[in-house]
Nanobody, 115 residues
């Protein structure tokens, strides 16, 4: 099983980034997918969730209206479009797959928002 995130980097406040998470080794379309993030010295927090068929999404209040989670089950990939980025969005972003009691984590990708 692998979850491989990409798309992180350094961006100025107000900018945009699109994170991708490529999945392999399990039946991607059977799993709900989430993005979490962890800033230095803080606990890991849930950012966004998408159901296995893409029909339902949920967001943390801090990112609602700025971030969009989506998935392509044909390509076994989940995305996080991040717009209007703020310095407080700086964190390592992790991809997470869950189905009942089975879950998998990616290795994370760094997002830094700074001028």
């Amino acid at each position: 099983v692998q979850l491989v995130e990409s798309g992180g980097g350094l961006v100025q406040p107000g900018g945009s980034l699109r994170l991708s998470c490529a999945a392999s080794g399990f039946t991607f379309s059977s799993y709900d997918m989430r993005w979490y993030r962890q800033a230095p010295g803080k606990e890991r927090e849930l950012v966004a969730h998408v159901s296995n068929d893409g029909g339902s999404t949920n967001y943390a209040a801090s990112v609602k209206g700025r971030f969009t989670i989506s998935r392509d089950n044909a390509k076994n990939t989940v995305f996080l479009q991040m717009n209007s980025l703020k310095p407080e969005d700086t964190a390592v972003y992790y991809c997470y797959a869950i189905r009942v009691f089975i879950s998998y984590w990616g290795q994370g990708t760094q997002v830094t928002v700074s001028s």
